[in-house]
């Protein structure tokens, strides 16, 4: 049936679901295999979700879902019938964040590129396709009950909230690092302002073993920051606590495999890829920890509509 703009104007259209306006295209080389890959963004129809296409093997799909993570060390990959997809998580952070419900995500080759190890280019790429409303509800994974996951003094849980909020703590023993904690609600202009431009970054310690494990092929001082022992090899950085904000990015980006928008507050405290999907996997297997709500979170209204609704 086709609804007619009388009925639309009956809902509110920030309860609908959104899709890409028009396609829009970039390339690089991803940072572990350093392979060149084509990835072109294309409009999807309500309720597909946010679905990578392999554009190099028949459009094969791997949904981006908590069932197709594969290999969690150093960056996030997804698998499907022996199908591989690697480094999603800043590109599925951007993404989530800025509320698009429904996407095809068309990528030539094994891993989404790195471009400079940050989400922003990939914010620039939204911004170029702009967002379309769909007509049909957006639903929520509300969290009723709380899930955690603790490994080696390292822990993640996320627990019942209004809105969808991140607290991300990371310590590193390193002059520039230390302990650095991120804690916001997570929504387009937030995750904009705060998160989006924050890089990568690597150990110069780290990089032989990494390289004989046949990673970051592709890493350079473009798009990773390397920290020596004392400082950094390619300063300055675009934030004093730029490492604590990424790792939070990467928080976000792994739980957009929850597969909807999440209403509930997530606590990351020493975590990683490994501890936020194995939330992820936890939280989707106990159905007794959330629900399927078209409710919208309360966060979206004015904060000053909130307060004098309070004072009613
Ligand atoms: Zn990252």
């Known amino acids: 049936m086709q ?12 309860m609908l679901q959104t899709t890409i306006l ?24 309500a309720d597909t979700g946010i679905v990578f296409r392999r554009s190099d093997l028949d459009y094969f799909c791997i949904e981006a879902h908590g069932r197709n993570v594969a290999r969690v060390s150093y960056a996030t990959s997804l698998m ?29 080759a094994i891993e989404v590129p790195i471009l400079d190890g940050s989400a922003e280019p990939f914010m620039q790429l939204l911004d170029n396709a702009g967002t379309r409303k769909l007509r049909r509800k957006r639903r929520y994974l509300k969290v009723i009950k709380p899930v955690e ?11 019942p909230a209004d809105e969808f909020r991140v607290r991300c703590y990371v310590d590193f023993a390193h002059p520039l690092v230390g302990q650095q904690e991120v804690e916001m609600e997570v929504n387009p202009a937030s995750f904009r302002q705060v998160l989006s431009r924050a ?23 473009d798009n ?7 400082g950094m090899m390619n300063g ?11 790792k939070a990015l990467d928080l976000i980006g792994d739980l957009a495999l929850v597969g909807l928008p ?25 159905r007794s920890s959330w629900e399927i709500t078209a409710h919208e979170p309360l966060e979206e209204a004015p904060r000053e509509l909130i307060s004098a609704r309070a004072a009613d």
């Open 3 to 14: 609804s007619t703009p009388l009925m639309l104007c009956f809902l509110c259209t920030s």
């Open 22 to 45: 028009r396609e829009v295209e970039t390339k690089g080389v991803g940072l572990h295999t350093g392979v060149h890959s084509r990835l072109r963004l294309r409009p999807a129809p």
């Open 80 to 108: 499907k019938q022996g199908v591989l997809l690697s480094t999603t998580e800043h590109l599925l952070a951007a993404i989530y964040s800025c509320g698009i419900d429904n996407i095809y995500i068309d990528i030539d």
């Open 149 to 159: 996951v603790v490994e080696d003094g390292r822990r993640i849980g996320i627990y």
């Open 199 to 221: 890089r990568t970054f690597c150990f110069e310690s780290d990089i032989e073993p990494l390289r004989a494990m046949g990673l970051i092929r592709g890493g350079s001082l």
């Open 224 to 230: 990773a920051i390397v920290l020596t022992r004392e």
């Open 236 to 246: 300055p950085l675009r934030y004093a606590d730029e490492f604590g904000r990424h």
């Open 262 to 286: 999440l209403l509930g507050h997530v606590e990351a405290r020493k975590a990683g890829h490994s501890l936020h999907t194995q939330l992820v996997s936890r939280l989707l297997a106990d």
